[in-house]
């Protein structure tokens, strides 16, 4: 019996799919954070499942040539990122063996060829998107992201994943609140009290990194214009590359960071970026991929998979702010993109605009409730590109494309384990892996996307 509390010697023998070590002691399996395959560490019991428990190093023993010092100060506390103390080729190493295991143990895929992995030349400073909440502890100021698990906000001076100027506004933001003598939110007091919860909630800040040009969304209890004035005032001296700032009112006791008012303070209220040649308008709830550079790749690396012909016709099925589709749209006869935020199909058609696209039209709407209306009305899908949420894709949905025998599915997972669950459909229902492929949108962190091509 592994009690908590308790000390033991392991070998760490793999990963789970967090990156967390995996060791035994007897028949027990302990997962333990931050810990390379291969290193034998002294640890301490600190939970106990029935048949799992987890451990925390007292002391490494035995320590691996890939283990590499964080460049974090604060990695250990921060629950960002959870792979800074693996060399970069083991995070990879890490996150094709996630894909392999996903494909092979959910999935019942034997035979598949992975692709060479699309890493990042310099993995750090690549996040397009910042969202932070402040708070107060004692009498300072602070900013940064909850500690892992909890709502305590662990004060960060520098975030390597994200862009520099974010940080810097970010900084700037706490010293002027506090000169201004303004309260931070206290989420606490608003739920115990209902009232003097503060002002100052959370900074959303986006940078499109082929364009230079940033927004910020300032995230207040209510709409302080006096306070905004000076605010507005103050980071636009400041930061040369705003072009955009907006307030967003969000009064509720919530985990949601953004509030239903919105006003634009400055600028037209969007940013544009570009990808592949294409221009992207981008506004305060459009999703777009935190990572441009890995975008740029993993665009056309699923472009490539489908062997796009003049005469297809694609479904982007999840298509957001239109990027696939609209990145595709030339290698084919027509583009069928469904979103169901009507946020991003407003910026989608206005991608379509500005990029002079004549052969996409986007539709707004979930695609399991949409896709039987937009074939029963006559379009032939002959390829199918399916980026869809972590939840992954409706079974109905998978069903439907194999009744209509589209031939072609490029799928874009940002989940191994829903990609695994919708593979073993599609395989049931007669499609084959092609191709594997994984682009590392996240390092850093346990997360990866993996593209798999699909044929009937
Ligand atoms: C992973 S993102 C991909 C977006 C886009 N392909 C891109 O690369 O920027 C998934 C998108 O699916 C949308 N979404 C989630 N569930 C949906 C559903 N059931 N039907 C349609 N869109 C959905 C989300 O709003 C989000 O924009």
Do not use: W
């Not at 691996?64 to 990695?75: A, M, N, T």
């Not at 693996?86 to 295991?101: A, H, L, S, V």
């Not at 602070?142 to 892992?148: C, I, Q, T």
């Not at 500005?354 to 979930?366: C, R, T």
């Amino acid at each position: 019996m592994v009690e908590v509390g308790s000390k033991h010697i392991v070998k760490v023998e793999g990963y789970n799919h967090e990156g967390k070590g995996i060791s035994h002691i007897n028949d027990f399996v302990v997962f333990i954070p931050e810990v390379i395959v291969g290193e034998i560490v002294e640890i301490e019991i600190t939970k106990v499942n029935k048949n799992y428990g987890y451990g925390e190093v007292l002391e490494i023993l035995s320590v691996s040539d890939l283990r590499v010092i964080p460049v974090c100060e604060i990695y250990k506390k921060c629950g960002g990122c959870d792979l800074q103390h693996m060399d970069y080729k083991e995070q990879i190493n890490f996150k094709e063996n996630k894909i392999k295991d996903a494909l092979i143990r959910i999935g019942g895929v034997k035979d598949f060829k992975i692709d060479k992995f699309y890493r990042m030349s310099i993995p750090y400073e690549y996040r397009n998107k910042v969202q932070v909440p402040f708070g107060c502890d004692e009498e300072f100021v602070v900013s940064g992201f909850y500690e892992s698990k909890t709502h305590k906000i662990i004060d960060m001076n520098y975030c390597h994943i994200q862009f520099k100027e974010g940080n810097e506004i970010i900084n700037k933001t706490k010293e002027y609140i506090k000169k201004a003598n303004v309260l931070p939110y206290d989420e606490v007091i608003h739920y115990k009290e209902g009232k003097d919860y503060g002002l100052f909630r959370h900074l959303l800040i986006r940078k499109g990194y082929n364009t230079n040009e940033i927004m910020i969304v300032v995230v207040l209890t209510f709409d302080d214009g006096k306070f905004l004035d000076g605010y507005v005032k103050f980071l636009l001296e400041n930061f040369k590359n705003i072009k955009t700032i907006i307030l967003n009112v969000n009064n509720k006791v919530t985990n949601v960071i953004l509030g239903d008012y919105e006003r634009v303070l400055y600028g037209d209220g969007y940013i544009r970026d570009k990808i592949n040649d294409f221009v992207f308008r981008i506004q305060s709830r459009s999703f777009f991929q935190v990572n441009t550079k890995q975008a740029e790749k993993l665009y056309s690396a699923a472009i490539d998979m489908g062997e796009l012909k003049y005469g297809d016709t694609l479904l982007d099925a999840y298509c957001g702010i239109g990027t696939i589709g609209i990145c595709a749209s030339r290698r084919v006869k027509s583009v069928y993109g469904i979103e169901e935020v009507s946020q991003s199909i407003v910026d989608a058609n206005n991608n379509k605009t500005i990029n002079n696209i004549k052969n996409i039209e986007f539709i707004h709407g979930k695609v399991e409730d949409t896709i039987d209306d937009l074939i029963d009305s006559g379009v032939n899908i002959t390829v199918a590109i399916l980026d869809p949420p972590r939840k992954g894709v409706k079974e109905s949905v998978l069903k439907k494309l194999r009744e209509i025998r589209c031939k072609k599915i490029v799928y874009v997972s940002c989940d191994v384990a829903t990609l695994g669950r919708d593979t073993k459909i599609l395989t049931s229902l007669g499609y084959k892996v092609l191709k594997v492929r994984g682009v590392d949108m996240f390092c850093q962190t346990h997360h990866v996307e993996t593209i798999v091509y699909f044929k009937l």
